[in-house]
């Protein structure tokens, strides 16, 4: 595949996700106080800026057509993609039945591990790192409960 092709496939799907984020945001409820930011405003911003920067990408796309024809995309450790996709999408299910915490004790071990990171050290580090900081921000500082 060319990287027209891929540049081409990825902005239009990621126009997509960024559409369905947009429409799931709105659906959040609003902040009574006027002062507060609300649950909606973090993933407002998010979800707007990845429809924003997908049609910057496909307009490039569009308009660089016949430069990029013969360069071609290698997707090297696909392995490792296929693996972090998949265990992104059960430390989302587990989430609900397991709490933050938890998931992300025994998934962000295994994020990294997908990565190629092979010492113990530096990921029961970087866990325990994640982890602190998650909590510090969210639960004490900002005072929002992680589930």
Request: hydrophobic fraction near 60%; glycine fraction near 4%.
């Amino acid at each position: 595949m060319n990287r027209n092709m891929a540049n081409l496939i990825a902005s239009i799907v990621f126009i997509i996700i960024g559409t369905w984020f947009l429409y799931n945001t709105v659906q959040l409820p609003q902040t009574t106080n006027a002062a507060d930011v609300g649950p909606r405003a973090f993933p407002l911003i998010m979800s707007i800026s990845i429809i924003v920067f997908s049609i910057v990408l496909l307009v490039q796309t569009i308009l660089s057509r016949k430069q990029d024809m013969d360069k071609k995309i290698y997707i090297h450790r696909a392995w490792s993609v296929v693996t972090f996709a998949a265990l992104l999408i059960i430390f989302v299910l587990a989430i609900p039945r397991l709490g933050y915490y938890l998931s992300a004790l025994i998934f962000f071990p295994l994020f990294i591990f997908a990565t190629g990171e092979k010492s113990l050290i530096k990921v029961s580090l970087l866990t325990a790192g994640f982890l602190g900081f998650t909590k510090v921000a969210f639960d004490m500082l900002l005072g929002v409960p992680l589930p």
